[in-house]
């Protein structure tokens, strides 16, 4: 790392569940963002603080007025572009070393093998059950972890997956079959605190630099299939674990 790089990162590698071998780990590193919305965005703000080299954001969606409220990295003067735009253009201009690509589409089962090949790890923060089910297949069928983070009112749930590894379940575990079809963006009809999504985009940061730092440094512990549920208005956290499915259809035994 040059003397500039290690001055930004300097709290990171002071910090011995990090040091100078997780930040270079860290500025190694490829992410995908699926969704730039209420989690995306401070997601993207903490990965790209940490120095993740290579940012891929992805989201169909065009900056409403309504977002601002929540989607941290948006001002009045980007409502009507795209997200994925928009959120590109921050982080360039936060930090141009990154080297940051976005697509503005919406993942599917038909492109997001493409979209997710090679990269470390996908940090989906999406508004529907129908794509975190795709994303969730094709990172088991690629080998790629996923980290899974939403927010339901004041509920947040936060998990790491690596339903490509033998004994650790995938987000199909968890959630099933049913919602396959289903789209539910609720936000608008239910409302949503920015400050939660906040909370709950900074933890899938941190779950997504405990899976790059695997084997790496001691904040490498991904914890696997452990389901973090967040109550924000207690507020409170407790911890469940996800089990395998031997009978799931996207990563059980029977593929
Ligand atoms: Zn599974």
């Known amino acids: 790392m040059t003397p500039d790089r290690l001055d930004r990162f300097a709290r990171h590698i ?3 569940e990090v040091g100078a071998v997780g930040q270079a780990r860290l500025a190694a590193s490829h992410i995908v963002l ?3 919305g209420g989690i995306g965005s401070p997601a993207l703000q903490y990965l790209a603080g940490a120095g993740i080299g290579r940012l891929t954001l992805i989201d169909d969606d065009v900056v409403e007025a309504s977002n601002l409220q929540r989607q941290t ?9 795209p997200k994925a735009t928009a959120a590109a253009a921050w982080a360039a201009r936060f930090d141009p ?3 940051v690509t976005h697509h503005v589409t919406r993942i599917t089962r038909a492109n997001a093998a493409s979209l997710i090949a090679g990269v470390d790890v996908v940090l989906d923060g999406c508004d529907n059950f129908a794509t975190r089910l795709a994303v969730s297949d094709a990172c088991v069928a690629a ?3 996923l980290t899974s983070a939403a927010l339901g009112r004041f509920q947040g749930q936060v998990a790491n997956f690596a339903g490509h590894r033998a004994d650790h379940a995938c987000y199909r575990c968890f959630v099933g079959d049913a919602f396959d079809a289903e789209d539910c963006d609720t936000c608008a009809d239910l409302g949503v605190l920015g400050a939660m999504v906040g909370m709950v985009g900074a933890f899938g940061a941190m779950a997504a630099m405990r899976v790059l730092l695997e084997g ?3 904040l490498g512990d991904p914890q696997w299939g452990q389901l973090h549920v967040l109550d924000g208005l207690k507020p409170g956290l407790r911890t469940m674990r996800i089990a395998k499915d031997a009978a799931c259809g996207g990563c059980g035994e029977a593929l």
Not at 73 to 81: H, K, M
Request: no cysteine; net charge negative; charged share 10%.
């Open 216 to 218: 790496v440094s001691t």
């Open 34 to 36: 699926v969704g730039m």
């Open 97 to 99: 070393a990154l080297t």
């Open 14 to 16: 002071v910090l011995p």
């Open 73 to 81: 990295i948006y001002t009045e003067a980007d409502i009507g572009q």
């Open 143 to 145: 080998g790629i972890p």
